[in-house]
């Protein structure tokens, strides 16, 4: 116990100590008009720097990374079988399944999945 707190507190003084010098060394004092502008070549924007963003896409992108997220969620319920009751890991594996089936069905109903 007693090596594993000494362990633990020399980690967490390295690394206050690297994350002190790297924002001291990190600072940056010479502050320019046009370094702190948003177009340092200097010449002036003609158009609008926002460009109109596809809501469509936006919504898209955002169930993608749910979906996504979920699958990395599904990933260990394979290796965890035979570490558990086999009744247990069915009914939570299909739980969780069909969780997912009902919010994928609920955005394929809502019509969030058409890009027409």
Do not use: H
Not at 19 to 33: E, F, N, S, V
Not at 40 to 45: L, M, S, V
Not at 75 to 89: D, G, K, R, Y
């Amino acid at each position: 116990m007693f090596l594993m707190l000494c362990i633990f507190s020399i980690t967490a003084i390295i690394s206050t100590l690297v994350m002190i010098l790297a924002t001291l060394l990190a600072k940056k004092t010479i502050m320019d008009r046009e370094k702190n502008s948003p177009y340092e070549c200097g010449f002036d924007p003609k158009n609008s720097a926002r460009l109109p963003f596809s809501l469509r896409f936006f919504l898209i992108a955002v169930i993608f990374l749910i979906f996504d997220v979920e699958i990395t969620l599904l990933l260990p319920i394979a290796s965890t079988i035979n570490l558990t009751n086999i009744f247990s890991w069915i009914m939570t594996s299909m739980i969780f399944l069909i969780i997912l089936l009902v919010g994928l069905y609920y955005e394929w109903y809502q019509g969030a999945l058409d890009w027409s």
